[in-house]
């Protein structure tokens, strides 16, 4: 009989206390990953993870996108340091406040005004709530994942999920990315009972579809909706000011998260100046959103991105990383695929044969064995070296190999 593990032995005393054995779905341990995968991480530096045993992982999950420097950045590091010596959370805003804002404001194109919050989710129901008290509408289209609260998961089409009230079915429509018809389509029939429409503006499963997003920027402001960008992901990442700043289009509101702190809990809400001087009017606060040991490393990493050459050479790691990946796959058959930007790509099936989704189990399965951490997408951050890059890719090289003699 296989002796258990101390993962093994981890993970089933996690799932005593923890529904699923971890704080949330996607880093719930994987049976099937089990002595590649590492299933718990006990310290992490630069883009490196260590998990409990020691073993060393070059990381593209970056936390799940919100580590963008690296982690333990010994600017960002040094700036909470500073600020933990004053304090956290405290009685009246921080100063932080006001000049975090500000900064944000200077580099975000549509965020004439901001407030903080402290999850995606929140920040995006925040926005949506904005748009609806603005516009005096209820309906909403949402296109991508937007949030885990009920007013996302009660979408039209996809089916009330367990625990969401059935009321809710009815208000909100499911838009697929780059979908323009069926657009136009809820446009004409709803059009004015739509508050807004929140849209990721760029998914990374294949090339930015632009015509899609002007074409809801011509909509919303033709049937008076508030257009939303969920730029949870791709703020700071593919520009400092985000997708809105790099593809120039420009919202009426968006979110930001992940990379804004590198790591440190923080997201924001943000838009034109007359949509967010109705914020003081409405129910949304949260104790924390003004933590300033957060706040004190979003605006180091704000002044990183802008006095470094970080998006610069996080976009030339990347395309380093995912030429190399597409030479390796176009040698083998050409069952996997590389698609997105290379700050954050996705390896996919190149063909719908159930063989080629086998395949890349097989592959991200040998990744983890030669010290790779897959995510997808894969996030570059500034603190993968060019040798990183050249190990990922000998190891990628490897895990082809060695998926294909399984198959």
């Given at each position: ?5 101390r ?26 990953m089990?002595?590649?995968m ?21 990381d ?21 340091r500073?600020?933990?010596e ?9 100063p ?5 804002a500000e900064?944000?404001?200077?580099v ?7 407030r903080?919050?402290k999850?995606?989710s ?11 008290a ?27 999920s ?7 079915e ?24 739509i508050?807004?429409?929140?849209t ?10 632009l ?52 790591g440190?809990?923080l ?36 002044r990183?991105m802008?006095?470094?050459?970080v ?14 990946l ?8 050409e ?21 080629a989704?086998h ?13 790779v951490?897959?995510?997808s ?12 890059i050249?190990c ?11 998926a294909?003699k399984?198959?």
């Open positions: 009989m296989r002796n258990t593990t993962e093994e032995q981890l993970a089933e005393r996690a799932r005593t206390y923890i529904p699923g054995g971890a704080m949330n779905h996607a880093k719930e341990p994987r049976q099937d089990l002595g590649y590492p299933w718990y991480i006990e310290r992490a530096e630069g883009c490196y993870l260590y998990d409990i045993e020691g073993r060393e992982f070059i593209y999950s970056s936390s799940y996108g919100p580590v963008i420097l690296g982690y333990r950045y010994p600017p960002i590091e040094e700036a909470v500073a600020q933990m004053k304090g956290v959370l405290f009685s009246m805003p921080s932080l406040e006001g000049e975090w900064m944000l404001a200077n975000v194109p549509c965020a004439q005004m901001v903080a919050m999850t995606g929140a920040a995006t129901a925040a926005a949506v709530r904005v748009a609806r603005a516009t005096g509408r209820e309906k909403v289209i949402s296109c991508g994942y937007n949030s885990w609260h009920d007013w996302w998961v009660a979408k039209e089409g996809v089916g009330i367990k625990g969401i009230p059935s009321c809710l009815g208000n909100i429509y499911d838009l697929e990315y780059g979908n323009l018809a069926f657009a136009e389509q809820l446009f004409q029939e709803h059009g004015k009972e508050s807004c429409l929140i990721i503006p760029y998914d990374f499963r294949g090339k930015p579809c015509s899609f997003l002007r074409r809801l920027r011509s909509l919303t402001k033709e049937y008076g909706a508030v257009l939303i960008f969920d730029e949870i992901i791709t703020g700071f990442r593919l520009s400092l000011g985000g997708a809105q700043e790099l593809f120039e289009i420009s919202p009426d509101m968006c979110t930001l998260a992940k990379a804004m702190g590198n440190y809990p997201s924001a809400y943000a838009g034109k100046a007359d949509l967010m001087k109705l914020v003081p009017e409405l129910q949304i606060d949260t104790t924390y959103a003004g933590e300033a040991l957060s706040l004190a490393a979003s605006l180091a990493v704000i990183e802008r006095d470094k050459p998006l610069e050479m996080i976009w030339h790691r990347g395309e380093e990383l995912m030429t190399g597409r030479r390796i796959f176009s040698n083998n058959g069952i996997l695929s590389v698609e997105g930007l290379p700050p954050a790509m996705t390896i996919n099936p190149a063909t719908d044969n159930p063989g989704a395949f890349k189990n097989l592959f991200i399965k040998h990744l983890y064995g030669q010290g951490f897959y995510h997408p894969l996030f570059v951050t500034f603190s993968h070296t060019e040798k990183d050249e990922t890719l000998e190891a990628a090289e490897n895990a082809v190999n060695k294909a399984e198959m």
